[in-house]
């Protein structure tokens, strides 16, 4: 596993925003890739143990951005197709790709989600469902 940042939410509490190497899911004919792929995920800086003799002070450190915790990823378009902008939680597996990628706040996220079609959002963290209960 790599640390890529680390980042206190509002709540005071550190996270550390990682990327581990997992295996390839199969695809629809069985075959897995025998390489791996890089998965981001989030620990919480209690669950993390430094490795003795590194590092970690060029690690980039985000504080507390207020209701900064969706992420915007704008993929490239499919066939020719226009590009376009899929909604997750900050801390959603899915959230990867993309040729750019932003941390929005709820108010955008709720923009952003007023554009898109049901086939544009994430199965995984179901922003759309996330966000009605924030109202």
Avoid: F
Wanted: contains cysteine; positive net charge.
């Amino acid at each position: 596993m790599v640390v890529t940042t680390r980042a206190r939410t509002r709540d005071g509490r550190w996270w550390y925003e990682c990327e581990a190497i997992l295996p390839a899911r199969p695809g629809p004919d069985g075959y897995a890739s025998p390489e791996g792929m890089p998965v981001a995920i989030s620990v919480a800086a209690e669950n993390i143990a430094p490795i003795p003799g590194e590092s970690y002070e060029h690690v980039p450190t985000e504080g507390a951005v207020a209701g900064r915790q969706w992420l915007a990823v704008r993929s490239p378009g499919v066939h020719g197709g226009n590009p376009w902008w899929q909604l997750h939680r900050r801390d959603c597996w899915q959230a990867r790709g993309g040729w750019r990628r932003r941390q929005v706040t709820t108010a955008e996220a709720r923009d952003i989600l007023a554009t898109l079609t049901a086939d544009r959002l994430c199965d995984i963290c179901r922003p759309d469902q996330a966000l009605r209960a924030h109202r």
